[in-house]
Structures are given as C-alpha cells and as structure tokens.
C-alpha cells in the first residue's frame, strides 16, 4: 500500500498561501507551518543561537521546553525575546526526595467538562520517595499528590496510551550477594501500576511473578494495553492486559480512607494463572516494533546486531526485500524503524546513508517492501574542494602530463568521516530532520538537515556552531522555528544551545552598490529612448 498523503511542492508561493488564509474558514493554523516551512526552506533565513546554559545535571526537553536540576528548573522557549524564559522553580528538596522522572501531559478539548483542576497542561512526576506528583506546567503549583507506596522503589514512567493511560515501573527486584550464598528465592521481579490521566485515576498494580510467568522473567512493560514480558532466552510474549485486569481486578475501596490511599496504593491485580499468549517472537535485545499497512513487524534476529528482518503479521513470514543490512564496515550499529508520520514507511538508518522503505502489495496478496528514496549524506564544502583541485591544470607548458601519487595517510586525510546521530520526523513541518556529524583532520562540524518526507531532496542545511565531538552524547530537537541542541560531555556535564530563526539582512554597502546599479540602469534607458524619439 503506497503512502497516502499527497507529497507538497517546495515552490508553492508565501503570497499565495497568505491569500488563501483570507478566504479559509476556521483555524489556519496548518496553512500557517506551510508559510513558516517555505521560509525556511526558500528564504533568506539563518537560525542564530540566541541562548546557552550549562548543567551538571541531566537536561530534558519536549517541544520547545526545557527541564534542569530533576526537573526543577522550567524554562520556555516559545518567547518574544527569542530566548527561553524561566517560568518556574520548584522548591529545593533533599535527594531522597527529587523527581527521577516526568512526562508532560497535554489538555485537549475532552477536558474542559471537568474541572478547572486538568484544564492546564501539567507535568506528572514521581519522586525518590515514592511520591506521584502532578504540577501545573505554568504556574508550578501542586495539584494532586499520591503516596505509591513504602516497600517499593518506582523510578520510572511512560506512556502505555499516549496522553491517556500512564504506567509507573519499578525498580527490578535483585538478590544480594549473600542472599544468594544463603539460599533464599526471589520470586517477584517488579512491579507494574497503571493510571488513567485527565482526571488522575488508579486502575491497578500488578506484580511479575516468575511462578505466574515463567523463570526465565527478566523485564515486563505495558503498551497499548498489552502486557508485554521478556525472557531471559530471547523470547518476547503478548499478553491482553484489558482482559486480566477484568478477570483479577479486584476492589480497592477497603484500602482508602476518606478516599485517599493512606498506606499506598494495593496490588490488587493477583494473577493467579498465566494467561493465554496472544503472540511471541524470539529476537535480539527483546526489540520488537509493529507498524504498516496492513500490520508488520521488524526485529533483528536472536544473537545478531545491526541486521533487520520485516514480517508480515498476518503468516509470520519474512516479506520480500525484508532483510535490512547496508553492509559497512562502520562501529555505529545501523537502525530500523517504523517512519513517525503514520504512514507505514521503514526508515532504515546507516553510519551515513538512510533508506525509505515502503511495504506494497506484491502477488497473491504478498506484500513486499520497495525503497521509496534513498539520502547519502554528503560533505558539500570538501566536495568543491575537491572540484576545485581537480580543475588545476595537470599538463606543463611543455605538454607533458603531471600524474600525481596519492599515499595512503593522504587519502584517510582527504576523506571526512560522516555519521548519522539520530533522524526524527517534524510532524508540524511535514519534514525529515537528520542530525550528522563530519569529522575531517583538521575539525569537526554538526549539522541538521531538513529532508522533502516524500522525496528525499535536501530542502535545508543548518550548521550548529558549537563545538561538536563525534564522541559525545548528543541530542538534537527542532520545534517549528526552535532548534535545540544538548551535548553531553565524558565528564558528565550538559550544555544546551537554542538557536532561532531570523531572516537574513543585506549588508548596506551591497544595498547601496544595488541602488546604483539600478539607478544606472534607469538612466540609460531613459537616455536610448531619447535619442530614439530624436531620430525619428
């Protein structure tokens, strides 16, 4: 099935889309990021940085916010002053208590019968102490406070439906060394409780029991309501999480007092049975993606890294053209993912070469998987460079021809190596971002490109001024006009950069000299028609 949306020519006029704005109903909002895209793209626009600061501590980011200090620290980088503005900080606390992880959830228009409580957008916490925290994103006010629990450690959380249902991990369960020396049995690896957001509600904690679902248990996870467990041998099975908690839920009212959890919150999913597998596979690192049209999904086969193999859902067989491996001799393993605009594309990632992939229909209803486009990152400034060398004359006056040697040490020189970061997909500007690093003798330089989704042609080439170390942690984020780069260095310390947008001005000697050549131009044309009236 080829991709639906209908690709958008990179020419299409600033002036027509703001004409068109005057006779569109309703929000324009879209028709606005196509005005925005087209000057990035085609005008004179340069992205500045306007904005740094360093961290000894991680730095998280979503969209154009910025988090410092464990989230203490609220910065926003949506400002008429282009550089981000402190909106908040919360009150130092000692390290028992800090937040060890947050997620950002969104309003929608679904809220707003509810009350003015989740009418904002908050940031949902959990604490070192067990303590899950919502605050109000713009303010920094507390607005609901819970107590998980005193005998377990929650550090993380994640999204099992996105902006919908929230899920809190614990920490896995781990034998000491003299535990094991005595003989004791853990059987309980950790623990899973599961939360609907907007308003906040408990919806059960469930506990992964290697005597419910096997010994070889190492990790468990709930997305999209599938309880998902990993096994020591490789294996990776489904399991309907909606269908347990409806057959071993049981009611938590008796734990409450005055409808608050006093003690934490119970476990009140108790499974007693394993229940039925919906689906399994073996496969390396317990990665498994589904996307598509219809549903396929990629792994890299147990006991191998860097290769890929796409299945169809529907007979478990490895679709033609399925097997993903570019082959080179790079340290950076290659990458395969499913493409984020919904599309069902495969974006497979080399050191310096990504693939577009789509899944079509072959014969007898086989579906079979095409390269859409292909983007080889290229150094465009050693490249004239070489252009321009090649250009020099290779022959003496004398007409004799001068060959030259090239060694071994002077090629390694003359070729830069290139490797490709990370590769996002900016939904608001309908573009391909790829970060990349060229790393020659003499320096190194990052840049983000800006890729047509539907054609591969390189729309836009940013270069990040900072000091870049192909070694170094980086992360690169764009939102709308906002670029936001954070680089972790070895010895631990963060440093994040936001650039803006800006157009171009023309210096005003090239202004002056432009003027005068016109005016020039002016004149003599005022004085041939002159001359031609005076001849006839």
Known sequence: MSCSKRPCSTSESIYLHLLQREYASGNSYRRNLKILKNIICKGKTTFRKVWEKHSTKHISTEGSNIFFDNYRYFYNGNTLSCSPRLVYTLPSVPTNRKIEDALICHTTQECLHLSRLYQHDCLITITANNHLRLYNLTSGEVLHDLYLSSHLNFRELAWSVDQETLVIRSTHNKM?????????????????????VNPLQFIGMIEIDKRTWGTGVLDAMIIG????????????????????VRKYRTDTDKYMVNGIYTNGIPINIKVTECPPVLFEVKCSQHNVQFGGFPWHFIITPHGSLGCFLVYSFIDRQVIKGGHLDLDNNSIELDKAIFHGDESGRIIHIGHDTVRVLEIVSGRGQKTQLEKSFEIVIKDEESEKEKNCKSELPTVTSSGRQIKKRWIQDELCEETNNITVYHVDYENELDVLLISCVISGAEVTKGYLDLYDNYTGLLLHRIQLIEPYHEFNEHKVHMDKDTIIHIVKARSSKFVCTVYKLFGQTEDKSEINDDNDSRNQDLRTTASNRRNRSRTR
């Open 225 to 244: 309501g599938m309880l998902i467990i990993m096994y020591q041998s490789g294996f990776v099975k489904f399991f309907n999480f909606e269908e347990i």
């Open 176 to 196: 000491s060394a003299f535990a094991r020396q005595a003989g004791v049995t853990v059987s309980i690896v950790m623990v899973l409780a599961v939360f609907d």
